[in-house]
Each structure stands twice: as C-alpha cells, then as structure tokens.
C-alpha cells in the first residue's frame, strides 16, 4: 500500500519526532511517499521551489491508497492536503489530541474523513499498528516471546513428573524442531518475534498430538522451515480436522476485507497454538484431562500477553474451559451456562471479554472441535459431516458479525 502521510512542516515542527515513529511504523508493511517529513533535520524552509515542492506532493496525493494525517499541529498546507485527497477519492484518517487542539468543523464536520483521537504517544502508534497491520519496533515484545518459548520448553525438560499421568506422558521437542511457542504456529504465527505484528484471532486447540506418529517426514518439513524453506505447514487431506480449519476460515475477513485463505497464505493477524504445550510419546489421541493442560495455563497466559490478540478461538469445550479459567481465574465463575450441553452453550453465547492486562481485554468464543468427532457431536451424531461443519460454519459467521 501506498501512503501519504501529512504533517505539519511549516506550521510548526513540535511534533516531527512523533511524525518519525509514525512513519517508521507504517513502513514496516507499506511504502511512505512523504516519508521526509519525519525527518528530524527537515527545515521548516524547505530546499526545493513551492512550485516544485507542490508539483510533486499533488503527484504523490494522485498516487497514493491512503492518506494519514496527524493534525494536532494547525498547518495551511496540510488542510489543502486532506481537502485535495477529497477531491480525488481517496481515503483520509485523520489524528489529532483533542487537550492540545480544536479541529475545524471543517474537517471533523465532513463524514468523508475518519477522525482518530488519541491523548498518549503509546495510543496513536497502537492505533496505526491496528489499523494497518504494522508493529513498531517493539524489540520488547520479540524477546518475551524468545523467553516464552525458552521456558515452556523448560518446563517439560526439567519437570517430567508434572506433565504425565498412568495413560499420558507429555515431552518438549528438541529445539531443532520446535523454534516457536508451538508446532501449530508454524501454520499461522511463524516468525512472530521477527514481526511481533498485530493479532486480530488467536486460534487454541487442545494439544497437538505425537509428531512421530501419522505424519509421515512432518518433522523434517518444520527443520526445513527452521532453515529458511518457504514449504507449507498445511497439507491437503493429512488430516480433516485442518482441511475443515481452511473452510471455517473463509468464514471470517482478512484485514482486506477477503476471506482468509489460510490452506495457502500465511497471515501476519493470525497465530495458531494448543493450550497444552507438550508433544504425546505414545499414539492415543484423545483423554486428554484438565490437570495436565492446566499445567501450561500461565504459559498461555503469558502468551496473551505478549499477542494482545483482539478474539481467541477456542476449539472444543476443554480447551475454552482452560482458556477462560488461564485468564479470568480459577475460582472465577463459570460463564453463564457451561455446565449444560457445550451445543447449547455455543449456541447461547453471550460475549466474554477477559481482562489479560492493565485495561486490556481480549473477547473469547466457545467453538466445536473441527475434528471428525466435533463435527459429529456439534449436530449430535444426527447427520452428516458436511451438514455438520455447516452448523460449524454458522457458529462462525457470528464471530464474523461480531468482530468484522
């Protein structure tokens, strides 16, 4: 995407260091035509001729997909800017700080514009991350993530007795094979410390299974990823719990507005992990009890932290359960009618917002498990699979009304 972004330069230089950070953000992800005008050293007398300096930001406003205007700073030229990109159909945000300045009705009467306002720093670069997908520079965010992945990984190493029980023993991977937080992150989520970009949905399943068992060479496919291959982690009909995943994703919106492909994509909004964070060494895939997930819930919780995801997708009724008691607390109460049927709990949703941080909250959905066994018991073994994960689809298609 191109984008024009607009600040004051003559009118006033107070906020160029704010334009800077702004600018640094946005080209994270997208290219910056008036990327000068953060600079630090920019006079507000600038070298060029008006008449080349006007030529060449009208070329730009006619070129770029969007114009971002920070307009806390009164600036003429600035004004003529946002009223120029009017006229040629572009889209306008514009920010401001309300305790510093009016905005013109000019401006903040006009329904054309979208106007953003924001008191902190901290709150106008959280807008532009949401906004248009970008991080800035949050090294911070990269290395609890790092740290995360080094302590999880720990954890099963140093304590074997706590993740096993008479019919489950659970073990962390060689770190040659499991860079990430875990194996499900390859598919959505790879290279976050990298990117640390913004999460709209957080997808949780229960555990992930034996690597060694089933999959024939997955493992190898993950060492080269590790190693710089672009190969993908998805892989048509190896298993029908991810080939139904790829149909329930259509369901909801990309930051495009399309609907995400994720059997060929990998999204920077998406990231995808198990609750439970060990690998199985034996080859039974179900009886997975509570006590031995929960022994990851501050893992979990830790990881919510550093993603500050906008929704988390629960899939099957163990996993949501460790979700919302990792967040809102054990001895929390229990949402309004879990302890019935999880088909009618689905179905009477009502929304839950979990505090994870200082006024922070993340919205989670109760979901079937799109497995064979999930599909079958969403209808209640009445029907068929392809009827199934069509009620699976309208569980879905809520989400979507809901959060876009």
């Known amino acids: 995407m191109k984008i024009y972004f607009a600040g004051s330069i003559r009118g006033g230089r107070k906020d160029a260091e704010l334009y800077r950070k702004v600018i640094a953000a946005l080209k994270e992800k997208h290219q910056v035509l008036t990327e000068h005008v953060g600079d630090l050293s920019l006079s507000v007398v600038e070298d060029k001729g008006d008449k080349a300096i006007y030529e060449q930001d009208t ?44 905005l013109s009705a000019m401006l903040s009467g006009n329904e054309y514009f979208k106007i ?10 959280e807008l532009v991350k949401k906004l248009w997908g970008v991080n800035f520079m949050q090294t911070d965010k990269a290395e609890q993530y790092r740290e995360l992945v ?46 640390t ?54 369901v909801l919106k990309d930051s495009e507005g399309k609907s995400y492909d994720i059997a060929t994509k990998r999204y920077d909004d998406l990231f995808f992990t198990n609750f439970c964070l060990g690998y199985r060494k034996g080859k039974e895939s179900g009886g997975m009890p509570k006590g031995l997930m929960k022994t990851d819930a501050k893992f979990f919780k830790k990881l919510v932290v550093i993603l500050e995801p906008d929704n988390i997708l629960c899939l099957g009724k163990r996993t949501f359960e460790c979700v919302y008691e990792a967040l809102c607390g054990d001895k929390t109460q229990k949402p309004e009618g879990f302890g019935g049927a999880y088909n009618d709990f689905i179905e009477k949703y009502k929304p839950i917002d979990a505090e994870y941080g200082e006024n922070k909250t993340t919205r989670i959905f109760p979901l079937a498990h799109p497995g064979y066994m999930g599909i079958m018991n969403r209808i209640n073994r009445k029907g068929t699979v392809k009827e199934g994960l069509e009620k699976q689809k309208d569980d879905w298609k809520k989400i979507a009304k809901q959060r876009g």
Do not use: M
């Open 59 to 102: 070329a730009w406003l006619r070129e770029c997909d969007v114009v971002v205007a920070e307009c806390t700073q009164v600036s003429l030229g600035v004004g003529y800017e946002l009223a120029y990109a009017e006229a040629h159909n572009k889209e306008v945000h514009i920010f401001y700080r309300p305790n510093e300045t009016q």
């Open 116 to 125: 953003h306002r924001y008191n902190s720093e901290d709150e106008l670069l």
């Open 150 to 195: 080094e302590e999880s990984q720990k954890s099963y190493r140093d304590n074997p007795d706590d993740h096993k029980n008479n019919k489950i023993e659970l073990a962390a991977l060689d770190t040659d094979n499991c860079k990430e937080i875990n194996l499900y992150t390859y598919w959505q989520g790879l290279g976050y410390a990298k990117k």
């Open 197 to 250: 970009p913004y999460i709209k949905y957080l997808l949780v399943g229960q555990d992930w299974g034996n690597p060694f068992f089933g999959r024939k060479d997955f493992l190898k496919i993950i060492i080269s990823i590790n190693n710089g291959s672009n190969e993908p982690y998805y892989e048509k009909a190896v298993s029908d719990t991810d080939d139904n995943l790829v149909e329930l994703f259509k």
